[in-house]
T-cell receptor, first 116, second 113 residues
Framework: IAGITQAPTSQILAAGRRMTLRCTQDMRHNAMYWYRQDLGLGLRLIHYSNTAGTTGKGEVPDGYSVSRANTDDFPLTLASAVPSQTSVYFC???????????????FGPGTRLTVL | RKEVEQDPGPFNVPEGATVAFNCTYSNSASQSFFWYRQDCRKEPKLLMSVYSSGNEDGRFTAQLNRASQYISLLIRDSKLSDSATYLCVVPLPFKAAGNKLTFGGGTRVLVKP
């Protein structure tokens, strides 16, 4: 693994189904983030984690949950998918400790999710 | 007023020309600023950071105007490969908001032969 990876690359999901998007990084970054990107709305933070064992809510957390059992992995779960969750999902990571390091985030390649 | 605002463009630029565009921000307490580049259907990638009045990296120059609360990005000698969407990113004040960024909607640049 080099950097940050996401799986799956894309997924079509029936409404009401449960789905977990995977994210793994090998840079030993403390902080990890989940964003969704929608046309006309830009990137919006869903959840974040400053360090293993802690998580926090971002701008649009409803309908999503996360866990951070270790430094490398930060899965995002949709408990019961709805069509409005159709989006491109990006995972990112950064070193923590200052405003500067927070701004320097490394993004995964994204997961394109379609909820029908 | 949005926290971070950008002209969505597109800016149509002849190859070899110079293009510049701005990003305005609302939080006067912000101390650092970033430009990311995003190619179509790809992830954002860090292009430049701006901590003081400005920063230059090859053909790219970023400038900060704290009085008017905007940052700019200038691309000289534009290449076809510069075609992308440029995202302005402003961290929320760290002590208040921790590790959170505010992203602008992006400015699309199209460099044409």
């Amino acid at each position: 693994i080099a950097g940050i990876t996401q799986a799956p690359t894309s997924q079509i999901l029936a409404a009401g189904r449960r789905m977990t998007l995977r994210c793994t990084q090998d840079m030993r970054h403390n902080a990890m983030y989940w964003y969704r990107q929608d046309l006309g709305l830009g990137l919006r933070l869903i959840h974040y984690s400053n360090t293993a064992g802690t998580t926090g809510k971002g701008e649009v957390p409803d309908g999503y949950s996360v866990s951070r059992a270790n430094t490398d992995d930060f899965p995002l779960t949709l408990a019961s998918a709805v069509p409005s969750q159709t989006s491109v999902y990006f995972c990112a990571s950064s070193v923590t400790g200052s405003e500067v390091s927070v701004g320097e985030q490394f993004f995964g390649p994204g997961t394109r999710l379609t909820v029908l | 007023r949005k926290e971070v605002e950008q002209d969505p463009g597109p800016f149509n630029v002849p190859e070899g020309a110079t293009v510049a565009f701005n990003c305005t921000y609302s939080n006067s307490a912000s101390q650092s600023f970033f430009w990311y580049r995003q190619d179509c259907r790809k992830e954002p990638k860090l292009l430049m950071s701006v901590y003081s009045s400005g920063n230059e990296d090859g053909r790219f120059t970023a400038q900060l105007n704290r009085a008017s609360q905007y940052i700019s990005l200038l691309i000289r000698d534009s290449k076809l490969s510069d075609s992308a969407t440029y995202l302005c990113v402003v961290p929320l004040p760290f002590k208040a908001a921790g590790n959170k960024l505010t992203f602008g909607g992006g400015t699309r640049v199209l460099v044409k032969p």
